[in-house]
């Protein structure tokens, strides 16, 4: 089974700000061609994630995803469960 093959992203752009649609089951295997794009593709641009047909993630993507947000990338149309998993990661790892 082809784990990249389960997820998809699409690209879109207004000149100031690039949009990553992810739709499908986004799982460990997906991250690294998710960096690479977000590190080729996004320069200077505000970025900015839509997760609205996102249907699956697991631990490793959830960290990610909150590590964006960090670096200020925005989680558009973030799933109500992503989001709060997000928040746990984050309230737990400031108790370490």
């Known amino acids: 089974?082809?784990?990249?093959?389960?997820?998809?992203?699409?690209t879109s752009s207004n000149g100031k700000s690039v949009v990553f649609t992810l739709s499908g089951r986004i799982q460990a295997a997906?991250?690294?061609d998710l960096q690479k794009l977000l590190k080729d593709k996004a320069g200077?641009?505000?970025?900015?994630?839509?997760?609205?047909?996102?249907?699956?993630v697991n631990r490793d993507m959830v960290l990610?995803?909150?590590s964006c947000e960090a670096k200020g990338?925005?989680?558009s149309n973030c799933?109500?469960?992503i989001r709060e998993w997000i928040?746990?990661?984050?309230?737990?790892?400031?108790?370490?």
């Open 1 to 10: 089974m082809n784990l990249r093959a389960m997820f998809k992203i699409q």
């Open 44 to 56: 200077d641009h505000n970025v900015a994630l839509d997760l609205k047909d996102v249907k699956l």
């Open 87 to 96: 928040e746990k990661e984050v309230t737990q790892s400031e108790k370490r």
């Open 64 to 66: 990610f995803l909150g």
């Open 79 to 81: 799933p109500r469960y």
């Open 30 to 32: 997906a991250l690294t």
């Open 73 to 75: 990338v925005k989680l």
